[in-house]
């Protein structure tokens, strides 16, 4: 590769950074990070990135306020040295779910995050399977919107015999996203009806389409406090599915979704790195893609001046 392209990792995923980086034959570049007697954040700056491209790999994940404003420190570090372009790579933009004003006097905590984030000098963003579609729309600088969808359809072709499967989508909110899954991977899909009465409490009822007696591929963007899927489970064994399987992209597993997936009757939990998963969340039934080398074609596209969107083509 280039030597004016460099690729620095926040503390959030540096797992998935150092396999970017060996994806495409480079070195991780360094920076350090310290805290301050009164918690404040000192980033330092550990090489020459002066007229160089540059990426910073910062997934937002727990303690998000803690991972957004040490991304937030590195671009501000990285334009103050003079770095040609700035990209912010964030894997896992937690604030695309804080889309709309469905309350009275709140942020839209997602707009403001795109704002700041140009703020602090990002030039462009490179990111995967946001919540929403129009959080797209937020940033005033160019972003690359990537897809772990074919992972799933490859991982899901490997292990099942698909004959008999059904792609569901746990609200007609992820209808959208589950439709885009079914139609790559040459499934049906069937709908849940569902109505969120709290952050973790779900009310779900019918299914709409046919899944009796079928293995049953749900599909989402991210897997949270998992308290959608346990209720899913509840509507679709009492549709009498054969199987339950889950794909979702960030699989952020907080609280008690670790063992609500454990106790569950699903079979297998599929999701990828754009978070890290510490050993105490590893399960047998969970298994982890790895998106590293989507990211790295992405990142040399970027960097050479060639279409990402074709990846998808």
Excluded: W
Excluded at 25 to 38: A, C, H
Excluded at 136 to 146: K, N, T
Excluded at 231 to 252: E, Q
Excluded at 273 to 298: G, W, Y
């Amino acid at each position: 590769m280039p030597s004016d392209l460099k690729i620095f990792s926040g503390g959030a995923n540096p797992q998935l950074a150092t396999r970017i980086c060996d994806t495409l034959g480079i070195g991780l570049s360094r920076l350090s990070v310290s805290r301050f007697s009164n918690d404040n954040l000192f980033v330092q700056i550990r090489e020459n990135v002066r007229e160089k491209d540059i990426f910073v790999v910062q997934s937002f994940t727990a303690p998000v306020g803690d991972t957004i404003i040490e991304l937030f420190i590195i671009l501000d570090a990285l334009r103050s040295a003079s770095a040609r372009r700035i990209t912010a790579v964030i894997p896992y933009f937690s604030y695309a779910r804080s889309d709309k004003k469905d309350a009275p006097r709140i942020s839209i905590t997602g707009r403001l995050m795109a704002d700041l984030i140009r703020t602090a000098g990002a030039d462009r963003v490179l990111t995967m399977d946001l919540h929403s579609d129009a959080v797209h729309g937020f940033f005033s600088i160019p972003v690359d919107h990537l897809t772990a969808i074919p992972y799933f359809v490859d991982h899901f072709h490997r292990r099942l015999d698909l004959d008999n499967a059904v792609v569901v989508a746990t609200d007609a909110g992820g209808a959208k996203r589950a439709g885009r899954f079914a139609e790559r991977i040459h499934l049906p899909m069937a709908i849940i009806d569902k109505r969120r009465v709290a952050d973790t409490e779900v009310v779900q009822g019918l299914v709409v389409g046919d899944v009796k007696a079928r293995d049953v591929i749900i599909f989402e963007d991210e897997i949270s406090t998992g308290g959608t899927l346990a209720a899913s489970v509840k509507t679709l064994a009492a549709a009498g599915v054969k199987s339950i399987h889950v794909g979702a992209t960030h699989g952020v597993l907080c609280g008690p979704a670790v063992s609500r997936l454990v106790d569950s009757p699903i079979e297998s939990v599929a999701v990828t790195d754009t978070v890290h998963l510490p050993r105490e969340k590893h399960a047998d039934k969970i298994h982890t893609l790895s998106v590293a080398p989507l990211f790295a074609e992405a990142i040399r596209r970027i960097h050479t001046g060639e279409s990402v969107g074709a990846l998808f083509d």
